[in-house]
């Protein structure tokens, strides 16, 4: 055994290393100075310098260079030009005398020689075979060499990294984008065939003699399996922390969105010569926390816009980014013009109405997002109270979070509506909002606004928990509403807008729960309101005629068997004569529709004449709706249904020719609207509903190819809906379409 | 063998600090390494280089094919492939030099490995043992730069990766992988010379 050491050597002497060889002496004088012992360790230990060579060493195997002048396939190997995570790179030569070319060929380095590390090379062989693009590195061949190991040969460029480019050529801003842009349009082509690149960063884009940026190095690209994801694991060497994405940390699974992100940091790279996140020579926990927290360092020399653009694609939520690289090129493009990027301004109605109707992100990461705008109201509040000196300011700050819960029960309401699973995130932000200017109300006391306010808050409520089939809970929340207001008209008898709203939670009342007695009787509560707001000129007469009229619908929704009828002949009366006192009001000329829709099911299959003449009337009065409001998407989905409703009773009446023309103009709508909103779950459904019918309609005239045609693709449609959001109305579709097609004969064309 | 789920979940265990969570992720890996070598023998014909670093990688991946691993878990991942591999390494070496003595030991699933191991750097049972004894020294004084070779020498990690994994610079873990290996040559010559090997 020999004499132990001491760690006060060890760390002396690794302090040492760091210094050339002649200065050594003086420093172990100076470091050991009065401790023998340790000099003596150190000494002896330093004297070892000489035989470490490759003791104990795995990384000098094997040398690179030993394969220059080899073969591989029909490339000369001339010299190495690099080594990636999957291999090493070697500039090499077409050496079979077909023709002079050069390519960058890449071998699996020997130490990747395990199975998994050849079925990644291999499949990233298929990959980038199947892209040809301007702006990325071309395949052009790819095979084993002599002595088994895989290789691909891929287009040669001279060339310097994008950045090294830009600087060397101290080339403008506007051309710094345009290299940009170039590139997105290669990683959109990508990410349309399904690749993701995982590794953009300035030394995988070259920019060749030409001028064009090339995008190398599909190294760790995957093919996003269906759904859009891919879970494929980034092994710790593939990964550049630098360009790393919050996701790519957390170790989540990488989407198109990752790829925003890395070429937003390389964007700020390009204009700014920095990295707007840098990590380096920080321990991997802190690169963790830095890139999953903290905010990216935008140069401030940067136009505000462009620093918008490159904030929004480098958001750590991969769903407030960009949705792709084009729209992110885009943006670039659209500040060029000098137009406003769509990134600005960010505030939070912009952001929350953007992302809902963008993404259908997870229901608690709205939840999440709602919350936190709320985080500040408490403090608002007390400077509200305190702040006498500068009331300005808190007067406005005040104002604004008021408003703010304003829009978050009403405005992105509306917008999440048709967000499949929304309902309960849905809930939650009105209770959160009401709750919160409840607190207001009891605060600031005598405000009749926002005790108007709140009340407006319980009836969303409550109209919620209503169609979540929380009863008892939705008519607690309509009380709430109804005792707020009626507090207000017991202080102030005249103030109209509680009275009117007061009538409007009652009619929504009846509408939702009751008996038929009970709706009744919520119902002349109703009336007797908007009687005493008539005359009274505190409201807009029009606004409380169509309260009233409101009412009035509602209880012909009540009324059963041929009553119903009769009531909603006396409601499309009076909405008739509302609808000529403001001929242009869509608003109105909807309802009218409606109440000819409802005719039009209560005469049903009794009267199919009158059933058929209620439905022509409402199909004219949405097809001027739809004319005088273009685009208005809601108006256009109520024409498609009225031609449905049209198409089949012309089927009924045997015009054939009348119900296919009906059915042609309800498809191209519905497919419209799908190619427009492709995420949109509903134009989804409606599409695969027509075209459910209009199969029927086929199969019927014995068209039994165009039969099975139309209900394959509804099919395909409706199974692109996920399964956990299907509902009942989709799995009864189809049934219908999976029985239809097995209804039809097997050789039909 | 745990899931690749419990492991991911008790590797972030360990990570919020549970000493429990490691010993049950020690013993998970150790099993799935050990198996994982087995076939990798069985299924060697000389054609495809074995290496230390492979195996670990292979596990790793087998891993978070099934269950996203973060960061912070991956290092502890890592750090504790590395232990593994010594273990795994020294047993055999041991079994090997039994077997050597005619020990006539029962037949092991990864007889082999070490001398596999040698294909891709000359690793030889001796060597293996000897390195294990002095790094328990250098452990003794030093654990930080014992956990250094550890994962450079039996967790073949690179410098660049040694240091993300041990949260430190490239530059800091070369200075300490060199001082290390100051003291492991010195501990193996000294001790070889001690004894009377050398020439």
């Known amino acids: 055994m020999i004499p132990p050491l001491s760690k006060d050597a060890l760390d002396i002497v690794s302090i040492i290393l760091t210094h050339p060889r002649e200065s050594r002496p003086d420093l172990v004088l100076q470091l050991c100075a009065g401790r023998d012992d340790v000099k003596r360790q150190v000494e002896e230990l330093l004297a070892y310098e000489e035989q470490t060579g490759g003791f104990l060493e795995r990384d000098s195997l094997p040398p690179d260079s030993a394969r220059i002048g080899t073969r591989a396939g029909a490339w000369e190997l001339e010299s190495v030009i690099g080594a990636g995570g999957m291999g090493v790179v070697y500039r090499a030569r077409r050496a079979d005398g077909q023709y002079e070319m050069t390519a960058a060929v890449k071998l699996v380095s020997q130490s990747m020689g395990v199975p998994g590390f050849l079925q990644r090379f291999l499949s990233e062989r298929q990959i980038m075979a199947a892209l040809s693009h301007p702006n990325i590195a071309r395949l052009l061949d790819g095979g084993v060499t002599g002595d088994g190991i ?76 269906s759904g859009g994801r891919s879970t494929a694991p980034t092994a710790l060497h593939a990964m550049t922390l630098n360009y790393a994405s919050p996701e790519q940390v957390a170790g989540k699974p990488l989407t198109t969105a990752s790829d925003v992100y890395s070429l937003g940091l390389l964007l700020h790279e390009l204009l700014a010569d920095r990295r707007a996140i840098d990590v380096s020579g920080l321990a991997p926990g802190e690169a963790v926390r830095v890139i999953s927290e903290t905010p990216p360092v935008i140069s401030a020399s940067l136009p505000p816009d462009l620093q918008a653009v490159i904030e929004k694609a480098l958001a750590k939520d991969a769903s407030l980014r960009y949705s792709g690289p084009r729209e992110l090129s885009d943006d670039l493009q659209r500040y060029l013009d000098g137009l406003p990027v769509s990134a600005r301004p960010p505030s939070f109605t912009y952001l929350f109405s953007r992302f809902v109707a963008r993404h259908r992100i997870p229901v608690a990461a709205i939840a999440a997002g709602f919350l936190l705008a709320f985080s500040g109201a408490g403090a608002a509040l007390w400077q509200w109270k305190k702040a006498e000196a500068n009331r300005g300011v808190a007067q406005r700050r005040f104002d604004e979070l008021r408003g703010l819960a304003r829009s978050v029960l009403f405005e992105f309401q509306n917008g999440l509506r048709n967000l499949a699973g929304s309902l309960e995130v849905r809930k939650t932000m009105a209770r959160r909002s009401v709750e919160y200017l409840d607190s207001l109300s009891r605060e600031v006391a005598g405000d009749p606004g926002l005790a108007i306010e709140s009340a407006k808050g319980y009836h969303r409520l409550g109209q919620i928990q209503g169609d979540l089939g929380e009863r008892s809970e939705s008519e607690e929340s309509f009380a709430k509403s109804r005792l707020l207001l009626e507090g207000v008209l017991s202080s102030d008898a005249a103030n109209g807008e509680a009275r009117w709203e007061l009538s409007e939670v009652l009619t929504t009342h009846a ?200 209900w394959l693709e509804a099919l395909r449609h409706g199974e692109s809906i996920g399964a956990e959001i299907k509902n009942k109305s989709d799995l009864h579709n189809r049934a219908v379409i999976r029985a239809g097609l097995a209804s039809l004969p097997k050789n039909a064309p | ?198 020439e």
């Not at chain 1, 801003?173 to 993701?196: K, N």
């Not at chain 1, 995982?198 to 030394?203: G, L, N, Q, V």
């Not at chain 1, 497919?671 to 086929?698: N, W, Y």
């Open chain 1, 511 to 710: 509408l939702r729960f009751n008996t038929r007695e009970g709706a009744l009787s919520l119902l002349t509560a109703a009336q007797q309101h908007w009687t005493q707001l008539d005359g009274k000129g505190t409201l807009p007469a029009h606004r409380i005629k169509h309260g009233r009229v409101r009412t009035q619908f509602a209880y012909s929704l009540r009324q059963l068997g041929a009553a119903r009828i009769e009531e909603f002949q006396k409601t499309l009366e009076q909405y008739r004569s509302l609808l000529a006192s403001a001929p242009n009001d869509t608003e109105m000329i909807r309802n009218v529709a409606l109440c000819h829709k409802y005719l039009a099911g209560a005469y049903g299959k009794s009267y199919p004449e009158r059933s058929e003449f209620h439905t022509r009337e409402a199909l004219a009065l949405d097809r001027r709706r739809a004319a005088a409001s273009p685009g208005d998407a809601i108006a256009l989905r109520d024409l498609a249904i009225d031609l449905v409703q049209a198409a089949e009773h012309a089927g009924r009446r045997g015009a054939v020719r009348e119900e296919e023309a009906f059915f042609d103009e309800a498809l191209s709508l519905r497919r419209a609207f799908h190619e427009k909103e492709p995420k949109s779950l509903d134009a989804r459904r409606d599409l695969v509903s027509v075209l459910m019918r209009q199969g029927i309609f086929f199969k019927r005239t014995g068209r039994m190819g165009e039969a099975r045609k139309t």
């Open chain 1, 150 to 225: 895989p290789y691909l040969a891929m287009e040669y460029i001279e060339g310097l990294p994008i950045h090294e480019h830009c600087r060397a050529n101290k080339l403008s801003l506007v051309e710094r984008a345009g290299l940009f842009r170039q590139l997105c349009d290669g990683v959109h082509y990508a990410h349309q065939h399904l690749v993701i690149h995982r590794d953009i960063k300035p030394a995988n884009v070259l920019v060749d003699s030409s001028g064009k940026p090339k995008l190398l190095d599909f190294g760790v690209a995957k093919v996003l399996e």
């Open chain 2, 1 to 198: 063998m745990s899931s690749p789920a419990e492991i991911t979940a008790l590797l972030r265990q360990w990570s919020g600090g549970d000493q429990e969570a490691r010993e049950r992720v020690m013993s998970s890996l150790y099993d799935e390494l050990r198996l994982l070598a087995a076939s990798y023998l069985r299924r060697e014909s000389g054609d495809i280089t074995l290496q230390r670093t492979d195996l670990v990688h292979e596990l790793f991946l087998r891993i978070t094919q099934q269950s996203p691993i973060d960061w912070n878990s991956r290092s502890h991942f890592f750090s504790i492939a590395a232990r593994l591999m010594r273990q795994i390494l020294v047993e055999h070496a041991r079994a090997g030099n039994r077997q050597k003595r005619g020990g006539g030991a029962a037949k092991e699933p990864l007889s082999g490995l070490v001398e596999n191991c040698a294909a891709d750097v000359p690793l030889d049972p001796a060597e293996v043992l000897e390195v294990d004894r002095a790094l328990a020294r250098l452990e003794a004084i030093d654990p930080q730069r014992s956990h250094l070779v550890e994962l450079r020498y039996y967790g073949g990690f690179s410098i660049p990766e040694t240091a993300q994994i041990l949260g430190s610079s490239p530059a800091t873990v070369k200075r300490d992988w060199n001082v290390a290996r100051l003291f492991l040559l010195r501990e193996l010559k000294g001790d070889a010379g001690a004894a009377g090997e050398m």
